[in-house]
């Protein structure tokens, strides 16, 4: 008479404890979950290379760390040569700005004619980072407008800048047209 009921509590016993483990086994602390980006960034990539010369006592290529400025690659270069035409450097150069990979730093030398290049061949010679170039400076670029500079920030990082075309943010005609003028 007693035996059916205390079957029936045996068996409810067993799954409490079993309901009471599995709970305590699941609440245990866990190490959470730690996302990582595909895109890394190597050393090489934050390095740039760039081309000095002019008036320095050490003109040549040398590879700086990203975010360098102007002056930096002239230190590197040895500083101003006794032929700088200093003058000219105060006016024209802008020792703060923050180079690109690729970019080319030319001292003046005295005595040499001032010529002006066109407005077309000092835009053309002037790459722009499509990862940190803000509307304004993307907006210098022929066929850029204030749009195609939305869509470009809209769609960043790039790894590569083929990727402006894959994630639509220009046209491959206008991205082939470009592509010289533009970097990381």
């Given amino acids: 008479m007693y035996r059916l009921p205390l079957i029936l509590v045996g068996i409810s016993l067993i799954a409490l404890v079993f309901a009471i483990l599995l709970f305590v086994k699941t609440t245990q602390h866990t190490d959470p979950i730690q996302f990582s980006s595909d895109e890394k960034v190597s050393s ?101 407008g204030p749009a195609t500079a939305k869509k470009i920030i809209d769609n960043r990082p790039y790894t590569k800048l083929e990727d402006l075309v894959t994630k639509k943010a220009m046209g491959q005609s206008l991205f082939d047209k470009l592509k010289v003028q533009l970097t990381l």
């Fill in 44 to 144: 090489e990539s934050a390095k740039l290379v760039i081309d000095v010369s002019g008036a320095v006592k050490n003109p040549g290529v040398y590879t700086m760390e990203h975010g360098s400025r102007v002056s930096d690659a002239i230190a590197m270069a040895g500083g101003f040569s006794d032929k700088a035409d200093l003058d000219t450097i105060a006016i024209q150069i802008n020792q703060a700005s923050i180079l690109s990979d690729g970019a080319k730093v030319y001292i003046p030398i005295q005595g040499t004619t001032n010529q002006q290049l066109p407005v077309s061949q000092v835009l053309s010679s002037k790459t722009i980072s499509v990862n940190t170039a803000s509307a304004d400076e993307l907006d210098t670029l022929s066929g850029i």
